[in-house]
């Protein structure tokens, strides 16, 4: 079965000078991926005629599908509707069913008058079939050329995304018979990515090219990632099934966990499965930590609560941290986070915490504690341990790796029942 390729393209020069970052994208490729299309290209250009008009030439050389976010707002930097008529050769007309909907928006939901400008929204290029945005005044466009499929949609991410559900994902999966694209991830932590490839390049040598093997370091840590293409589901994961077992048997010393989960929520897993509460006293992570934690839905059955002690008057008055500690080994010290760590736990009198302190930079350092030493200690009732770590990145860097060591060590306690 010939494997089904699409690109998606991301119109706006707000993208590109970096004021948003594209989500579009990575939510448009899973949707695909679950039912056998494969992304080949991922491009963003400019709000400019010709870059918009050469990327629709040179990709739609390459994939099937053409899938563009962007341009499609009432300003006159967009230019995306008006350019798409030109492209495929129409001409513009007034989608009396998008009309309606726009009318009764502004005149029954936003209580709003509703002027020309607005009105153009529903000005679509008669050589398209309209696709209804429920979220927004600018409906999806879709075209057909040379047997290729181009689907227009607005950059709003909630539009985009009520239009790719409810109308691209179907019309796609009836117009495209395609094979299956599966993945198995497992999380790795406690051995560096050469380190890794190393302990199992026997096992990748035996994958075979259906199946591709994917590292993808993060902090510390290394997610591996198989993703293999077949046209049978059920032979496809046998053999995911069969690499992946090998992986796990192979990294068994190393191995987070097998889902494709970020670490906070293997330790919310961990928690809510044991029943058991945690909470954090931070000081150079700010805050970041908790965050992590309750990000997750349904947090609250385990996470109790943090104190975000960035001063020393802080983890004095509300950490009971002594001022001999502090005075005697400083706030970055095996010391102060064991104080911290020990008094959070009997404050939020909960089952688990974590206490974080260090020198995040680029400030701040001296010979005796530079920029990047790292302090953390993690506790239950019965255990506590602390490590210290040396960090060399940036100040925004030390603090996600700062975390990701944290929730790290916290989660090897709660599966060792400590």
């Keep these: 079965m010939k494997k089904t390729f699409a690109t998606i393209i991301t119109i706006g020069d707000e993208l590109l000078i970096g004021q948003v970052i594209d989500t579009n994208s990575a939510f448009i490729a899973q949707e695909l991926n679950k039912i056998g299309i494969a992304v080949n290209h991922r491009i963003a250009v400019g709000d400019g005629w010709d870059d918009i008009w050469n990327a629709l030439d040179e990709e739609s050389k390459l994939a099937d599908i053409i899938l563009i976010t962007g341009g499609l707002g009432p300003t006159a930097d967009d230019i995306t509707k008006p350019l798409l008529c030109k492209y495929f050769g129409g001409k513009m007309i007034v989608h ?156 068994s010393d190393f191995l987070v966990i097998d889902e494709d989960l970020p670490l906070e929520a293997v330790v919310g897993k961990l928690l809510t499965e044991k029943g058991k509460t945690i909470a954090t006293a931070e000081s150079c992570t700010g805050g970041y930590i908790a965050h992590l934690l309750t990000s997750r839905p349904g947090s609250s059955a385990f996470f109790s609560g943090s104190v975000v002690s960035y001063s020393n008057s802080v983890k004095e008055k509300v950490l009971h941290v002594k001022d001999t500690t502090l005075k005697d080994f400083g706030a970055v010290s095996k010391e102060t986070v064991t104080e911290m760590v020990t008094n959070v736990l009997a404050l939020m009198n909960t089952d688990y915490a974590i206490a974080v302190s260090g020198i995040m930079g680029p400030d701040g350092g001296s010979p005796e504690k530079p920029v990047g030493l790292v302090w953390i200690a993690v506790a239950s009732k019965n255990n506590l341990i602390t490590k210290q770590f040396n960090l060399r990145y940036d100040r925004s860097r030390n603090i996600h790796v700062t975390a990701a060591n944290a929730l790290n060590l916290i989660r090897q306690l709660i599966v060792d029942n400590r």
């Excluded at 928006?105 to 290029?125: H, S, T, Y």
């Excluded at 600018?138 to 109308?167: C, Q, R, Y």
């Excluded at 997610?223 to 293409?229: D, P, V, Y």
């Design 96 to 251: 009396k069913p998008t009309l309606d909907f726009v009318t009764y928006l502004f005149e029954n939901v936003l209580q709003r008058p509703m002027i020309e400008r607005n009105r153009k929204q529903a000005e679509v290029p008669d050589v398209c079939t309209v696709l209804h945005n429920e979220k927004g005044t600018a409906p999806g466009m879709l075209f057909e050329k040379e047997s290729k499929i181009f689907v227009a949609m607005p950059g709003v991410p909630d539009e985009m995304k009520w239009i790719t559900t409810n109308h691209v994902i179907p019309i796609l999966t009836q117009k495209f018979q395609t094979g299956f694209i599966e993945h198995k991830t497992l999380l790795t932590a406690g051995i560096g990515e050469s380190f890794l490839a190393e302990k199992i390049k026997d096992i990748e040598t035996q994958i075979p090219a259906h199946i591709k093997l994917a590292y993808l370091p993060n902090f510390g840590m290394v997610r591996l990632r198989l993703t293999g293409f077949g046209e049978n589901k059920d032979a496809l994961l046998a053999e995911l099934n069969h690499h992946f077992t090998l992986l796990k048997n192979e990294l």
